[in-house]
């Protein structure tokens, strides 16, 4: 049987959490399904930890309710909700072995000495590291502590496994290496996953839904795909992956086009979202969006003129900031070889960009 089988929705209904005069969590609600790999995510102090310590029962809520398969598990203390937790700092006991480390919730659940000893078995098997069993944690490197804390916490088949930035203390090539691991022990294991970080590209490479937080409140709730392509404010755009944000007058709607002045120049803007006309309305669009022309369109919609600031080079691709006069910098991505006739400070270049790859954004 798996994990998988023996759990329910976990259901956040209107969670309060206030320390002082700042809300730390403030009136979240969420339904998080069966077996989901969920992220919160959001710049320091944003509130994503303090939930996930709220779901653990480490911290409790001023107001609200969490429910877990129906049952309301607000005011249950953490060791009787079954739930997996994996630190930052690994928080492994350090006179104990890796094996003792393992079994440790298992003892102190009283299970039988043979069940004990196959799930710490299973556990690290899962992790690569039976064949360190018998070191004590300073023996061991970041990357293998962090899996024996992630072996440790899926020993005694938790409801749900909650993971609290458990790579932020490792290097970047390991954290990459062990982020794959995690994601292959969650596709194995069926258990619902909470993981908790600041690192953009760790979320949308690791999750199915992502939440994103700001100042306690939920900004956006998505898939990684929805959340890139299509951020609803200012604020996604800018700290999921990298924007542009163009502001503009509606002149006319046709079609579900919008036609939008801007001071370097009329741009088309497709969706049916738009603002009545005459209204301000701002464009994110994503760096790899934009090609350079070293000449303007004929008809010039979305084709605004900009003069070469600086690039950098990123392997396969280029990365330039260009001016545009009314607007500031935009900055664009173009693949490396496209990219060699505008390496040149002050160069002409214009930027375009097709109708539907542009997001009518709010400024909060």
């Given at each position: ?170 290097d970047r090539k390991l954290r990459v290496d062990v982020q794959m691991e995690i994601k292959k022990l969650h596709q194995d294991l069926g258990t619902t996953f909470i993981y908790v970080t600041h690192d953009q590209e760790e979320a949308l490479s690791m999750s199915d839904r992502i939440v994103i937080f700001r100042q306690g409140r939920i900004a956006q709730i ?72 070293a000449e303007p369109t004929a008809d010039r919609r979305n084709c605004l003129p900009g003069r070469i600031v600086a690039w950098r080079y990123l392997g396969g691709h280029l990365c330039f900031e260009i001016a545009v006069e009314g607007i500031g910098p935009i900055r664009a991505e173009i693949a490396a070889a496209e990219g060699q006739t505008f390496l040149q ?20």
């Amino acid at each position: 049987m798996t994990m998988h089988d023996t759990q329910g929705d976990l259901s956040i209904e209107n969670l309060l959490k206030q320390y002082g005069n700042v809300r730390a969590v403030d009136d979240v609600s969420l339904h998080i399904r069966p077996g989901e790999f969920l992220t919160l995510l959001g710049p320091s102090g944003s509130g994503k930890t303090t939930l996930l310590m709220m779901i653990a029962g480490f911290v409790a809520a001023d107001a609200g309710r969490i429910g877990l398969g129906g049952r309301d598990i607000t005011h249950l203390a953490p060791e009787q909700r079954n739930f997996g937790m994996v630190f930052q700092g690994y928080a492994l006991f350090p006179h104990l072995s890796v094996r003792e480390n393992v079994a440790f919730p298992l003892k102190i659940r009283r299970r039988p000495k043979s069940e004990v000893e196959a799930a710490v078995k299973t556990a690290l098997d899962r992790v690569q590291m039976a064949h360190l069993a018998d070191r004590l944690p300073r023996q061991l490197s970041g990357g293998q502590q962090q899996r024996v804390a992630l072996a440790r916490a899926m020993s005694f088949q938790p409801n749900l496994l909650l993971l609290d930035e458990p790579l932020g203390a490792l290097d970047r090539k390991l954290r990459v290496d062990v982020q794959m691991e995690i994601k292959k022990l969650h596709q194995d294991l069926g258990t619902t996953f909470i993981y908790v970080t600041h690192d953009q590209e760790e979320a949308l490479s690791m999750s199915d839904r992502i939440v994103i937080f700001r100042q306690g409140r939920i900004a956006q709730i998505g898939t990684p795909s929805e959340l890139y392509n299509r951020p609803q404010s200012r604020f996604v755009a800018a700290f999921l992956g990298e924007s542009d944000f163009i502001a503009g007058t509606v002149q006319s709607i046709d079609g579900g086009i919008a036609r939008i002045a801007t001071p370097a120049g009329e741009i088309l803007q497709n969706g049916t979202k738009h603002p009545s006309i005459g209204s301000n309305i701002t464009v994110a669009l994503r760096p790899e969006k934009i090609a350079l022309l070293a000449e303007p369109t004929a008809d010039r919609r979305n084709c605004l003129p900009g003069r070469i600031v600086a690039w950098r080079y990123l392997g396969g691709h280029l990365c330039f900031e260009i001016a545009v006069e009314g607007i500031g910098p935009i900055r664009a991505e173009i693949a490396a070889a496209e990219g060699q006739t505008f390496l040149q400070e002050g160069k002409q270049a214009w930027l375009a960009w097709q109708p539907q790859d542009g997001v009518t954004v709010t400024e909060e």
